[in-house]
């Protein structure tokens, strides 16, 4: 595709349930990166990935939240024993490679913790 | 920490209005300042940027201007349509790229016909 894709577009769950959310990336975009929404505030910055590696993953708020990009593509970001709190749009974004590149944002998976 | 804050919203103008959305900063070094935009039903996208003091980005009518004495980066458009509602976020990042941005609350823009 010719943007990045993120699914699903939404997500209900129940509290303590495990959920993954997917982001298929610009197709050669060796950075991607995990922001997390919630209602009425800007993104906030959760993880970054360059190539295979997270690069800084200063943002996860805690260890219940767990990503990877295991051949540095698709990236998955895990979230264990969910709480209603978790409830937010996760935005993933990609760029290229070198310091003054642009980062493409999907459209966000809606996560609701019921 | 680093920060950005915005003017509060909804911002609410007639079509052909001057807008201006402000947005200041806080930042320990010399950051790289950015507006996105996120138009109904679409990712953010990038409007803007502007990389070091006195810089001024422009895109799309849109201009904002890297000011360090004030920490400032306010968008302004001379005439707006109503293809121009949209909720837009000033950020910031410490390196030149998109690489960890700090963002604003965002402010929901209204242009009426």
């Known amino acids: 595709g010719a943007g990045v894709s993120q699914t699903p577009s939404n997500k209900v769950t129940e509290k303590g349930k495990y959920v993954e959310l997917r982001c298929d990336p610009i197709s050669g975009h060796t950075a991607l990166y995990w922001y997390r929404q919630s209602l009425g505030q800007g993104p906030e910055f959760l993880i970054y990935?360059?190539?295979?590696?997270?690069?800084?993953d200063s943002g996860l708020p805690n260890d219940r939240f767990f990503a990877v990009r295991p051949e540095g593509s698709v990236s998955t970001l895990k979230i264990q024993r969910t709480e209603r709190g978790d409830s937010a749009v996760y935005l993933c974004?990609?760029?290229?490679?070198?310091?003054?590149?642009?980062?493409?944002f999907g459209q966000g998976t809606r996560l609701t913790v019921v | 920490g680093d920060s950005v804050t915005q003017m509060e919203g909804p911002v609410t103008l007639s079509e052909e209005a001057f807008l201006t959305i402000n947005c200041t900063y806080t930042?320990?070094?010399?950051?790289?300042l950015f507006w996105y935009v996120q138009y109904p039903g679409e990712g953010l996208q990038l409007l803007l940027k502007a990389t070091k003091a006195d810089d001024k980005g422009s895109n799309k009518g849109f201009e904002a201007t890297y000011r360090k004495e004030t920490t400032s980066f306010h968008l302004e458009k001379g005439s707006v349509q109503v293809s121009d509602s949209a909720v837009y976020f000033c950020?910031?990042?410490?390196?030149?790229?998109?690489?960890?941005?700090?963002f604003g609350q965002g402010t929901r823009l209204t242009i009426n016909p």
């Open positions: 950020a910031l990042s410490e390196k030149e790229g998109a690489q960890k941005l700090v």
């Open positions: 990935f360059q190539g295979t590696g997270a690069a800084d």
């Open positions: 930042a320990t070094g010399y950051p790289s």
């Open positions: 974004a990609s760029s290229a490679q070198g310091a003054k590149t642009e980062a493409f």
